[in-house]
Structure formats: C-alpha cells, structure tokens
C-alpha cells in the first residue's frame, strides 16, 4: 500500500482539515466548500502555521542547507541517517528531509492557491492585503523549492535547466490522469517566485503582527533572489529600500538578535515560537539539535547536540569580535564533548528568518560587484563595517569581494545562508563544485512513483 497516493494533494486535505473544522472534507480528496472569508482566512493563518513547521523554517529549510554547506561550519554528530547523509553529501533519493521539505512546501502553494481562489469570500477592504501574504507564502515556497531541488541560477542555462513544478491553481479533486505536473525550467520558477513576492511587496503593510508578512519582508526575500540571479542593481535596491524604511535597527550587541519571545528590532521577518506551537523540542526543531544535551558540568539542557560548531568556523574571527566567542562548550545525547553555537540556545523563542545585518551586507556586497554610484548612497565599505562595528570586530579599509563572502559567514552562520552564498558565486562547497550534483537535493522517490511526468535530478 502507498503512503501517498500523491502528496501534494493529499497533504493538502489533512492539512484544510485541521486549520479549519467548518471545512467538509469528503472522500477521493474532494474538498467541496469554502463558504466564508474567515474560512479562507483561516487557512491563510494555517499557512503561517505550515512555515513555523519543522520541515520548513522551524528546521530544515534553514539547517539542511548547513548540513550540505558543513565545512568549516558545523559537525554533524548525531545518529540520525538522513542528517548525516546530508552532512556527507550521501544523501538517496530516499532520504526524508527532502521528501519532507517537498511534501510541506506544496502543501503551503496548495493552500495559498485556495485563498486566492476564494478571495472574493473576502470582505472587499482586505481582500488586497490578504492575497498579498498568500502570494508572500506561496513565492517563499518556491523560492526555497527551487534553491534545494534546482541547479543554482549561477549555473546559467536556465530557460532549459528543469526547476521543480509550477502549479498555481488549486487542485480540489485529484484526477490522476490529469494531476501529474512536469517540472517548470529554472527561469519560469523564478519568473513566478520575483511576481509573486512584487505583488506582495506592493499590497502588504509596512508593519504587522509579528508572525505576518509585511511589504519589507517581500522586499528582503525580493533581495535574495536577486542575488541569486546576480542581479546586483535591483538586490541593492531592494535591500535598500528595507534598510531605509527606519522600521528596523541592528541591535545594540550581537547576542540580542537571537533567542527572543518575540521579534528583535532587526528581525525583518520571523517565525514565532511558543510552548504551544513550535517545531518541535525532542527530534525535530532547529534548536533541538543546536542546543547542547549537557552543559560543561554536566546539567542536562534538554537539546540533542547533534549539531557542533566546527572548530575551523572560530578562525574566521579576529580577538575583538564578539560573533566568534558567542559559543558555549557542552555535549550531545550520546556524551560527545564540543562547542555550540548561541544563535539556537532556547526553546520556544523567534527563528530568524530574515535579519537586517544581511541586508546591509547585501546592500554592501550588490554594490560592490555592480560598481558605479551606490544605490542607497552609502559605501559597500560602511555597510560591511556598519555590521563589524555591532559586533566589535576591527574594521575593514581595504575592501574585496572576498570580505563580503567571508563577513556572510560570520554573521549567518548556522542560518542557512552560507550553501546560497557559495553557489551563487560559483565556489566550491568544501571539496564538491558549486554545480554539484550532491549539492542538490533529490526529487522525493515517491513522487516520481506516482508522477510519470517528474524526471529526477541527476547523480540519483
């Protein structure tokens, strides 16, 4: 018997089942109606909810891509297969946190496809901002699906390279002769993911609840797209235009950015994290496997310390900096004794999703490799340092390329930023290529089990 008889629909249906009971859900995958704006608005909060979930920014979009960028970060050593694969760059087509990552990233368009659907339910006055987070989500998923399940942008070819599915229409009733989607090309997906997040960057709100989306959240994500596309110009100025909105400041030190109850005054945009909704406290959750088991002397802590900082990161830092002292020593469940990171120390606290410090480094480094007049007016030199002088570090007067590169990893580490930093810029990853097969995560072998139409990365 098939776990699934195809996961992106039915996924789907257990998913609008529990976000909102006044939804009737009938057999053969049929959802029959949504009657009411709230309903609809309903599973838009679900949405949120999906993205707080553990195999999306709750944990593994941010920790897969440091588990495959490990080198000089981080060291695996737990016993968990699927990590450690990754870690290895060993990874089947099998593994479950791509299977995972793709199930719950579908889920999120399919639910997102159904508030636009349906948002004429909506009252008139919020129909505009409310199709706005669900193009903000569903151009979130994509962006994340594509970075995983695609060659990087940097490898050009992108009219022909295939991306990952592009499906924009929800999917009520599952025909299974019709519902078997091909995978879009590289450029169609990020045509999609760029329209989806102008849309939302035109019709949010400049601030908002913390765990919504706001015209400046689609802006920092619109950053990091086009910094994949080495896009310079419109990197900078998206960067700039989140920067200059006067609604976020770095915190005064370092350490305040991390382990809040509610966003930081950098945090651009944040999952939210409470004792009763989280990712997860035992084998799920980024802090869950950053977290330390045991203290130095000895006191259990309640984290697995499956993840360590590898001792190469520390050499990346100068004696003033504070970035590379912001570590505890402890252990893991299994009693292996090593350092770990303070980014991910306490349950039930924000994820960072985006943080201000990035954009500034991306404001820097975009102008720096378009040259001409800086977009925003400000140097690439004063934006790297603006960071540096936060965290303590000696400032930089001689500017290259390879600062921007070096000063990413200082300060995201262990936030899933350095894998999309060193693709982007054609370098390798440890030992493998940028281009690397390895590097890019399998199309979930029960998909292709049920989907004809799907053809598999190569190297699996």
Not at 77 to 89: E, M, R, V
Not at 175 to 203: C, E, F
Not at 254 to 281: L, V, Y
Request: net charge negative.
């Amino acid at each position: 018997m098939k776990y699934f008889k195809y996961l992106l629909v039915t996924a789907f249906v257990v998913a609008i089942f529990s976000c909102n009971k006044k939804l009737d859900v009938l057999p053969q995958n049929n959802v029959t109606a949504i009657e009411t704006g709230d309903d609809v608005t309903a599973l838009l909060f679900g949405g949120y909810s999906l993205m707080q979930n553990a195999s999306a920014f709750g944990e593994e979009y941010i920790f897969a891509s440091d588990l495959l960028a490990s080198d000089n970060q981080l060291d695996f050593i737990g016993t968990f297969t699927d990590y450690k694969d990754l870690s290895n760059k060993q990874q089947t087509q099998t593994n479950v946190i791509p299977t995972n990552m793709w199930e719950n990233s579908y889920l999120l368009i399919e639910n997102m496809n159904i508030v636009l659907d349906k948002i004429s339910l909506v009252d008139t006055s919020e129909q505009k901002e409310i199709a706005a987070e669900a193009k903000f989500i569903r151009g979130v998923a994509y962006y994340e699906l594509i970075n995983y399940f695609a060659q990087p942008y940097s490898a050009g070819n992108t009219s022909a390279n295939a991306g990952v599915p592009l499906i924009l229409q929800p999917t009520y009733n599952y025909d299974s002769t019709k519902n078997k989607p091909a995978r879009a090309t590289i450029a169609d997906v990020y045509k999609q993911v760029i329209s989806d997040l102008t849309d939302a960057a035109g019709n949010l709100p400049e601030t908002a609840d913390n765990a919504r989306a706001t015209t400046y959240a689609a802006q920092a994500f619109l950053a990091r797209v086009y910094m994949n596309m080495g896009d310079y110009a419109n990197a900078a100025t998206a960067a700039n235009t989140v920067i200059t909105s006067g609604i976020f400041t770095l915190t005064s030190t370092f350490n305040q950015a991390f382990n809040n109850p509610s966003n930081s005054t950098e945090d651009i945009f944040g999952i939210q994290q409470t004792p009763q909704s989280n990712a997860g406290t035992e084998d799920n959750g980024i802090v869950t496997f950053y977290r330390y088991a045991y203290d130095a002397d000895g006191n259990n802590k309640g984290g697995r310390g499956d993840a360590q900082v590898d001792p190469n990161y520390l050499t990346y830092f100068d004696a003033n900096d504070f970035r590379g002292s912001f570590t505890l020593d402890g252990s893991s469940i299994a009693g292996n004794a090593g350092t770990y990171t303070q980014k991910w120390l306490t349950f039930y606290r924000v994820v960072p999703v985006v943080r201000l410090a990035e954009m500034y480094l991306t404001r820097g480094e975009a102008n720096f490799r378009k040259g001409g007049s800086p977009v925003g007016g400000v140097t690439p030199l004063q934006d790297i340092n603006k960071v540096r002088e936060r965290a303590g570090a000696t400032g930089i007067t001689d500017l290259s390329a390879g600062d921007f590169v070096d000063e990413r990893f200082r300060e995201l580490g262990f936030e899933g930023d350095r894998l999309w930093t060193l693709k982007r810029l054609k370098l390798n990853v440890g030992d493998f290529p940028y281009n690397d097969p390895k590097l890019v995560l399998p199309i979930p072998q029960r998909e292709i089990d049920v989907n004809s139409n799907l053809t598999q990365n190569p190297g699996y």
